[in-house]
């Protein structure tokens, strides 16, 4: 295995993983109506990602599975949103709310320097289908970044000034 | 001109063409109370209506102290004369018996009257008591977009400096939201780019999920009388529903609901593939051209076709229509701003005009509308999720600027976040960190989605909600203070229509009991808090509304809706006049970017603008390198799909809104016999292949449920789009026997009760449009049929035997006079 092929496996696991936690904070948070709603959406992104990736690995004799889902995170998603309208009432949540959203915008701040690295091999080993997929998906991860900093510049306030 | 049209049976009235670039004719609409005669009538008072956002001037008539009828102002620009079936009905309201007469407070479970000391006390001693314990983000105002302008300055200021929270929003939210979200997005600042009068001269007009003969009758007359005229109009339409828009259309889309992104996206790229794209106005007021281009070039209209359920030739023949027009003319409302991806959509039609370079010419313009009255002014004044005259929270520059006005510490306003919106502040309350809320004019327990939910907040023993209002509708008898308010007509004060036209609303009448002017409650209220500038000086040093406009007018200075040109007197007898009013502009200006983009440049921009998926807010080092010189910005959105699609258990898409009888709840509407007769009840539209496959024919009794919740209304078969059911959001509880709720045994009748928690992440504006939903038959009909208006969208459908369905008719009482007025006929050539 080259290093282009190991950062590969890396952005494929950090891809399927925030895919996976976005889907399970959507469903955690089911009462922060805006916070599921665009989590789903974004977990979309990250899904085709996961996609993108595999196909592109397959050039590289590399097999990555094509399992996008995470089962157990959908399990528990749908435990958790019952359990997120069970306490929709109380403002401790809020507190989960910003540590999730931390951790959101960390795996997606991982997957940003991975695609970073993918983007700067590319270029040296002058792989343009590499590049391409870099250049494409590249920005939408620093947008979910941005997202989940948006969010909790937003929400921070309320939430730690309002306990 | 027929001097006597029932304009129940008529809401448009008689036509008076004229031809492309001439003036639009005068004719005045007069209506008289039953047996009161012309010369009976002591005075004229001159307003303009406060029932939709169209502005159109009037004069009330008084007779023995009351109000007894209504008259169109023949010289004022937006109408000309004319007024539209609410404008001439709804009036009667305001001498309801049932008007709230005396403040009332809650003891023991129970609202009991009260004098205003009491009250206003309770009000200030729990913001006292929260501010001590809690800070000011325990505290929240939610207004509306039918204050008056001096109500709405007054507001933002107590809130915002005075109690210090971020915490301020209107129900214009709901409304205008997402047009004021899409003009930062591509112009850098809100400001209606276009006017009225391209209606005049445009030759294409393209109406964009806007049903303007119901929203804005009077507007709709004016392009039925250009439609009669010399050299028509052809008309573009968007709409899945079968509206007088769409009938009198050369193009009608009818899109699956949601979809809006992927259709104008189509469009987008067919203009661009045929090469109908003004390089030069781009190469001068643009940037962004290379990435929408790139982003749409693989938009066909096959491609669209699929997801939009459109022909392809129909997206063809509309980009044609667009593509060819010498002036454009588009507008845009409910049908984008409540459904999913509002403000990408809204924005894409902005691109639409940049592209093609239809911008600051007579008739080459966009109308982002609003839904309300003053939802301008509430946007301008910092009541609505901004600060006031248009500043940027994000730029400290600005917010030093705004606290120079105002004599206080920047430190004083809010700005570490964007103020925040309606559909958050009621989050904060569900969870219990905003413990006070103060609604003013506005009905959330009818009008906010998910209304079992919006009851559960109200609801709450934590939470002290104080409500304003003419009436004790279904939110205040869930209040602890209600503080009944005088209304349009029984005070003074000024507001703005969605083409900046400011009017004055003079006092005719006095306020029944006790009721007194918002401003007045909001200055009493700001005098107990005794709020303070920074020299120990009062904050808010105004007493009346010329001193509060003469205020505003200081914190409208140099901004892009300036004012200062603009004062009572000078608004007092002849027309409205559009801001920017100043000494530049001393007669008012009819366009925006006549002369290139004026307010996106990086130091003067009211926004650095959002991600238009995410909502994201953009830094101002990004938008200085986006934007350097203080272009329009083309800004291009992948379409993504709905977040409830129909299935197997709700197989419909649903989608609420208005009819031309009635405003938002009622509260107004339904207190006048003409119009409520008109639309008396809660009914449900289905399309004849879906009646024919469910067996389900006019009148029956159905039932409308999604995941949240049920309701119940009888059918109206229609030409709608198949596969799409139609509420109209007007009818709640307080005219029925549980007051504010469904009954323990009876179904729900609002269309809330259905819809779902969900919002645009850029404009914030909730999505009433976009919802998956089940329909049932509950009981056969009578025979008779569907409580709905047969002159409108809620029309009967051809096929399903209209002649069985009475028509709608006003009768004697409806009969309204409508006479030529030559005095303003000259003729007012426009320079094209």
Same mark, same amino acid.
């Given at each position: %295995?080259?290093?282009?092929?190991?950062?590969?496996?890396?952005?494929?696991?950090?891809?399927?993983?925030?895919?996976?936690?976005?889907?399970?904070?959507?469903?955690?948070?089911?009462?922060?109506?805006?916070?599921?709603?665009?989590?789903?959406?974004?977990?979309?992104?990250?899904?085709?990602?996961?996609?993108?990736?595999?196909?592109?690995?397959?050039?590289?004799?590399?097999?990555?599975?094509?399992?996008?889902? +995470?089962?157990?995170?959908?399990?528990?998603?749908?435990?958790?949103?019952?359990?997120?309208?069970?306490?929709?009432?109380?403002?401790?949540?809020?507190?989960?709310?910003?540590?999730?959203?931390?951790?959101?915008?960390?795996?997606?701040?991982?997957?940003?320097?991975?695609?970073?690295?993918?983007?700067?091999?590319?270029?040296?080993?002058?792989? &343009?289908?590499?590049?391409?997929?870099?250049?494409?998906?590249?920005?939408?991860?620093?947008?979910?970044?941005?997202? *989940?900093?948006?969010?909790?510049?937003?929400?921070?306030?309320?939430?730690?000034?309002?306990? | 001109?027929?001097?006597?049209?029932?304009?129940?049976?008529?809401?448009?009235?008689?036509?008076?063409?004229?031809?492309?670039?001439?003036?639009?004719?005068?004719?005045?609409?007069?209506?008289?109370?039953?047996?009161?005669?012309?010369?009976?009538?002591?005075?004229?008072?001159?307003?303009?209506?406060?029932?939709?956002?169209?502005? &159109?001037?009037?004069?009330?008539?008084?007779?023995?102290?009351?109000?007894?009828?209504?008259?169109?102002?023949?010289?004022?620009?937006?109408?000309?004369?004319?007024?539209?079936?609410?404008?001439?009905?709804?009036?009667?309201?305001?001498?309801?018996?049932?008007?709230?007469?005396?403040?009332?407070?809650?003891?023991?479970?129970?609202?009991? !009257?009260?004098?205003?000391?009491?009250?206003? !006390?309770?009000?200030?001693?729990?913001?006292?008591?929260?501010?001590?314990?809690?800070?000011?983000?325990?505290?929240?105002?939610?207004?509306?977009?039918?204050?008056?302008?001096?109500?709405?300055?007054?507001?933002?200021?107590?809130?915002?400096?005075?109690?210090?929270?971020?915490?301020?929003?209107?129900? *214009?939210?709901?409304?205008?939201?997402?047009?004021?979200?899409?003009?930062?997005?591509?112009?850098?600042?809100?400001?209606?780019?276009?006017?009225?009068?391209?209606?005049?001269?445009?030759?294409?007009?393209?109406?964009?999920?806007?049903?303007?003969? /119901?929203?804005?009758?009077?507007?709709? %007359?004016?392009?039925?009388?250009?439609? /009669?005229?010399?050299?028509?109009?052809?008309?573009?339409?968007?709409?899945?529903?079968?509206?007088?828009?769409?009938?009198?259309?050369?193009?009608?889309?009818?899109?699956?609901?949601?979809?809006?992104? #992927?259709?104008?996206?189509?469009?987008?790229?067919?203009?661009?593939?045929?090469?109908?794209?003004?390089?030069?106005? %781009?190469?001068?007021?643009?940037?962004?051209? !290379?990435?929408?281009?790139?982003?749409?070039?693989?938009?066909?209209?096959?491609?669209?076709?699929?997801?939009?359920?459109?022909?392809?030739?129909?997206?063809?023949?509309?980009?044609?229509?667009?593509?060819?027009?010498?002036?454009?003319?588009?507008?845009?409302?409910?049908?984008?701003?409540?459904?999913?991806?509002?403000?990408?959509?809204?924005?894409?039609?902005?691109?639409?005009?940049?592209?093609?370079?239809?911008? @600051?010419?007579?008739?080459?313009?966009?109308?982002?509308?609003?839904?309300?009255?003053? #939802?301008?002014?509430?946007?301008?004044?910092?009541?609505? @999720?901004?600060?006031?005259?248009?500043?940027?929270?994000?730029?400290?520059?600005?917010?030093?600027?705004?606290?120079?006005?105002?004599?206080?510490?920047?430190? +004083?306003?809010?700005?570490?976040?964007?103020?925040?919106?309606?559909?958050?502040?009621?989050?904060?309350?569900?969870?219990?960190?905003?413990?006070?809320?103060?609604?003013?004019?506005?009905?959330?327990?009818?009008?906010?989605?998910?209304?079992?939910?919006?009851?559960?907040?109200?609801?709450?023993?934590?939470?002290?909600?104080?409500?304003?209002?003419?009436?004790?509708?279904?939110?205040?008898?869930?209040?602890?203070?209600?503080?009944?308010?005088?209304?349009?007509?029984?005070?003074?004060?000024?507001?703005?229509?969605?083409?900046?036209?400011?009017?004055?609303?003079?006092?005719?009448?006095?306020?029944?009991?006790?009721?007194?002017?918002?401003? &007045?409650?909001?200055?009493?209220?700001?005098?107990?808090?005794?709020?303070?500038?920074?020299?120990?000086?009062?904050?808010?040093?105004?007493?009346?509304?010329?001193?509060?406009? !003469?205020?505003?007018?200081?914190?409208?200075?140099?901004?892009?809706?300036?004012?200062?040109?603009?004062?009572?007197?000078?608004?007092?007898?002849?027309?409205?006049?559009?801001?920017?009013?100043?000494?530049?502009?001393?007669?008012?200006?009819?366009?925006?970017? +006549?002369?290139?983009?004026?307010?996106?440049?990086?130091?003067?921009?009211?926004?650095?603008?959002?991600?238009?998926?995410?909502?994201?807010?953009?830094?101002?080092?990004?938008?200085?390198?986006?934007?350097?010189?203080?272009?329009?910005?083309?800004?291009?959105?992948?379409?993504?799909?709905?977040?409830?699609?129909?299935?197997?258990?709700?197989?419909?898409?649903?989608?609420?809104?208005?009819?031309?009888?009635?405003?938002?709840?009622? *509260?107004?509407?339904?207190?006048?016999?003409?119009?409520?007769?008109?639309?008396?009840?809660?009914?449900?539209?289905?399309?004849?292949?879906?009646?024919?496959?469910?067996?389900?024919?006019?009148?029956?009794?159905?039932?409308?449920?999604?995941?949240?919740?049920?309701?119940?209304?009888?059918?109206?078969?229609?030409?709608?789009?198949? @596969?799409?059911?139609?509420?109209?959001?007007?009818?709640?509880?307080?005219?029925?026997?549980?007051?504010?709720?469904?009954?323990?045994?009876?179904?729900?009748?609002?269309?809330?009760?259905?819809?779902?928690?969900?919002?645009?992440?850029?404009?914030?504006?909730?999505?009433?449009?976009?919802?998956?939903?089940?329909?049932?038959?509950?009981?056969?009909?009578?025979?008779?049929?569907?409580?709905?208006?047969?002159?409108?969208?809620?029309?009967?459908?051809? #096929?399903?035997?209209?002649?069985?369905?009475?028509?709608?008719?006003?009768?004697?009482?409806?009969?309204?006079?409508?006479?030529?007025?030559?005095?303003?006929?000259?003729?007012?050539?426009?320079?094209?």
């Amino acid at each position: %295995m080259n290093g282009i092929t190991l950062a590969l496996r890396v952005l494929h696991h950090g891809e399927k993983n925030l895919a996976g936690h976005l889907t399970s904070v959507a469903g955690r948070h089911r009462t922060e109506h805006e916070v599921h709603h665009v989590a789903l959406d974004l977990a979309g992104w990250s899904r085709v990602h996961v996609q993108r990736l595999s196909d592109t690995a397959d050039h590289y004799g590399l097999n990555l599975g094509d399992s996008a889902g +995470t089962p157990l995170a959908q399990l528990l998603s749908a435990v958790t949103e019952k359990a997120s309208e069970a306490v929709g009432h109380r403002p401790e949540p809020g507190l989960l709310l910003l540590r999730d959203l931390r951790e959101l915008h960390l795996a997606a701040a991982e997957n940003s320097l991975h695609w970073e690295m993918l983007a700067q091999a590319a270029q040296a080993t002058k792989d &343009d289908g590499l590049l391409d997929l870099a250049s494409a998906c590249h920005p939408e991860t620093l947008r979910q970044m941005r997202w *989940t900093n948006t969010m909790i510049k937003n929400l921070a306030p309320q939430i730690l000034t309002g306990l | 001109m027929d001097p006597s049209v029932d304009r129940i049976a008529q809401p448009w009235g008689a036509r008076t063409p004229y031809g492309r670039h001439e003036s639009w004719p005068a004719r005045v609409d007069t209506y008289l109370a039953e047996g009161v005669a012309e010369d009976q009538v002591e005075r004229w008072v001159q307003t303009a209506s406060i029932l939709h956002s169209d502005g &159109d001037a009037m004069d009330v008539a008084v007779a023995d102290g009351r109000m007894a009828g209504v008259r169109g102002r023949a010289q004022d620009r937006v109408n000309r004369g004319r007024l539209g079936p609410k404008d001439l009905f709804a009036w009667q309201a305001n001498a309801s018996p049932d008007r709230l007469a005396r403040p009332l407070v809650r003891r023991d479970g129970t609202l009991v !009257e009260c004098d205003w000391d009491t009250a206003l !006390e309770r009000v200030a001693a729990r913001s006292r008591e929260l501010l001590d314990e809690r800070g000011p983000g325990s505290i929240g105002f939610y207004t509306s977009g039918q204050l008056f302008l001096e109500e709405y300055y007054t507001l933002a200021v107590l809130a915002r400096a005075g109690i210090g929270t971020n915490h301020l929003d209107g129900n *214009t939210r709901l409304c205008t939201a997402t047009a004021a979200e899409a003009l930062k997005e591509s112009f850098g600042c809100d400001g209606q780019p276009g006017c009225y009068d391209d209606i005049d001269h445009a030759d294409v007009i393209a109406l964009f999920g806007h049903n303007l003969a /119901e929203t804005q009758p009077v507007q709709w %007359m004016r392009i039925l009388d250009r439609l /009669e005229g010399g050299d028509p109009p052809r008309l573009v339409c968007v709409d899945p529903r079968p509206t007088q828009v769409a009938r009198r259309a050369a193009v009608h889309l009818a899109p699956r609901l949601g979809t809006n992104v #992927a259709l104008l996206n189509a469009l987008l790229h067919e203009i661009i593939r045929t090469g109908r794209v003004d390089h030069d106005f %781009m190469a001068a007021h643009c940037v962004g051209f !290379e990435e929408l281009a790139a982003r749409v070039e693989k938009c066909t209209p096959a491609w669209a076709a699929e997801i939009c359920d459109v022909p392809a030739a129909q997206i063809g023949a509309a980009a044609e229509l667009l593509g060819t027009a010498d002036r454009l003319l588009s507008t845009v409302l409910q049908g984008v701003y409540q459904s999913h991806q509002a403000t990408a959509a809204a924005v894409q039609i902005n691109n639409l005009h940049l592209i093609r370079g239809m911008l @600051g010419r007579p008739g080459a313009g966009v109308l982002q509308m609003n839904g309300q009255p003053t #939802a301008q002014n509430t946007r301008e004044c910092g009541a609505d @999720g901004d600060l006031p005259g248009f500043r940027n929270w994000q730029n400290d520059s600005h917010v030093a600027d705004l606290a120079r006005v105002w004599n206080v510490d920047p430190k +004083t306003i809010p700005h570490y976040a964007p103020p925040t919106h309606a559909m958050q502040m009621f989050r904060y309350a569900e969870q219990g960190s905003i413990r006070m809320l103060w609604i003013s004019g506005t009905n959330p327990a009818v009008s906010l989605p998910e209304l079992s939910r919006i009851r559960s907040i109200l609801g709450q023993d934590r939470l002290f909600v104080v409500v304003q209002d003419l009436f004790l509708t279904e939110t205040a008898q869930l209040a602890d203070v209600v503080l009944p308010a005088a209304t349009w007509g029984e005070k003074t004060g000024t507001f703005t229509n969605a083409d900046r036209t400011v009017h004055l609303s003079d006092k005719a009448v006095e306020p029944p009991g006790d009721a007194r002017p918002d401003l &007045d409650i909001f200055l009493d209220y700001a005098a107990r808090m005794d709020f303070r500038d920074k020299d120990g000086g009062p904050l808010i040093t105004w007493h009346d509304p010329e001193s509060a406009f !003469e205020a505003w007018k200081r914190c409208s200075a140099g901004r892009p809706c300036d004012y200062t040109g603009l004062d009572h007197a000078r608004l007092r007898g002849g027309s409205g006049i559009q801001w920017p009013c100043n000494e530049q502009a001393l007669d008012g200006t009819d366009r925006l970017y +006549t002369d290139g983009i004026t307010w996106a440049h990086p130091d003067e921009c009211e926004s650095y603008g959002k991600d238009l998926v995410t909502g994201a807010s953009q830094e101002v080092v990004e938008y200085r390198s986006l934007n350097p010189d203080g272009k329009a910005m083309l800004k291009a959105a992948d379409y993504l799909p709905p977040h409830e699609l129909p299935d197997e258990e709700y197989p419909f898409q649903l989608t609420t809104g208005r009819t031309v009888y009635h405003f938002h709840t009622r *509260t107004k509407t339904a207190r006048a016999p003409q119009l409520n007769a008109a639309a008396p009840d809660v009914w449900v539209e289905a399309s004849t292949t879906d009646a024919a496959a469910l067996g389900l024919g006019e009148g029956d009794l159905v039932e409308v449920g999604t995941p949240r919740g049920a309701l119940r209304g009888r059918l109206r078969v229609t030409d709608i789009r198949p @596969g799409l059911l139609f509420v109209p959001f007007h009818y709640g509880y307080w005219d029925t026997e549980a007051g504010h709720a469904p009954g323990r045994d009876t179904p729900g009748r609002a269309a809330n009760e259905t819809t779902v928690t969900d919002w645009d992440p850029v404009s914030k504006q909730p999505l009433f449009k976009t919802a998956a939903a089940a329909l049932r038959l509950v009981e056969r009909g009578d025979g008779g049929s569907a409580p709905a208006p047969t002159t409108t969208a809620s029309a009967p459908a051809s #096929a399903a035997g209209a002649g069985a369905v009475p028509a709608t008719t006003g009768g004697r009482s409806a009969l309204v006079t409508e006479s030529a007025d030559p005095t303003w006929d000259s003729p007012r050539k426009e320079a094209r």
